[in-house]
């Protein structure tokens, strides 16, 4: 699959000072994600909600896990009560039917839209989940409904929820695929800085597992000798995290190599 169809999710990188939010966060960003839930108990609905998205997450960057993604969400609807709560298990219902259908799984595709109307009709705009809301809406649209002009716009949506609220894996999310969008549509400039400010923002966070994505990225719109450079960058992240995102190692690593470094 098209690297623009893989992104970070935009719940939060860490929690003020909570050791344990910092440590989950850590975990993450280098794509250890069942480390990660292992230090969360769904005792609550926030918690089993961000386990959830954890789960769903690895599904989208390492095609596997995909029946404790759908255990974990089943536990976070069922301790979902409010709307934003019930909302937000609801995008992330929609987010693990658009990976499945992105990666070949399964077409889910109905699926996902459904559940991100759903989300839609229960997440108040200018809640804090409405921005990662749009962004998935944009995904849809750019990725199964191939619309590129509505994908723009709830991009546009989605960047502009997520810098007022702060949230920057998500923007550096959204920059990239308008970057994306923009490339595709020969507007280089646009595309090189788009590609550079979600690069920045992640290499800052320290979010390894979305770094490669986005070195790959600016690099697709970049000249020789650079272009090269940051394709080799990606590539030692991708062993260092040990092939992960696949799609991307599948793209990059012939399987020669790969099977070398893991000898």
Known sequence: MAHSAMAGSGWGTTDGDDPLQTAVWRLRSRACWTDAVALLQPVTAATALQRAALLVERCLYAEQG????????????????????????????????YAATVHGVRDR????????????ALIAPGAPGRALLDFRRGLIAENLTRSPQAARAAYRRAHAGATAQGDPLLVSSTWRHLAGLALRE???????????????????LGYLVGTAPAL????DAESEPEASRLR????????????????????????????????
């Open 109 to 120: 595709a109905d699926e996902a839209r459904a559940a991100l109307g759903r989300a839609a």
């Open 232 to 263: 080799e960058e990606a590539r030692r992240l991708l062993r260092l995290l040990g092939g992960v995102p696949t799609w991307l190692a599948r793209r990059l690593i012939p399987p020669a190599a790969d099977a070398a470094a893991t000898a």
């Open 216 to 219: 790959v990225s600016l690099a």
């Open 186 to 204: 020969g507007e280089l400039a646009d595309a090189r800085h788009g590609f550079a400010e979600s690069l920045r923002i992640r290499e800052e």
């Open 66 to 97: 995909w029946a404790e993604a759908e255990d974990a969400l089943r536990t976070a609807e069922a301790l979902a009560h409010t709307d934003d709560e019930r909302g937000a298990a609801a995008c992330e219902r929609g987010q693990l039917a």
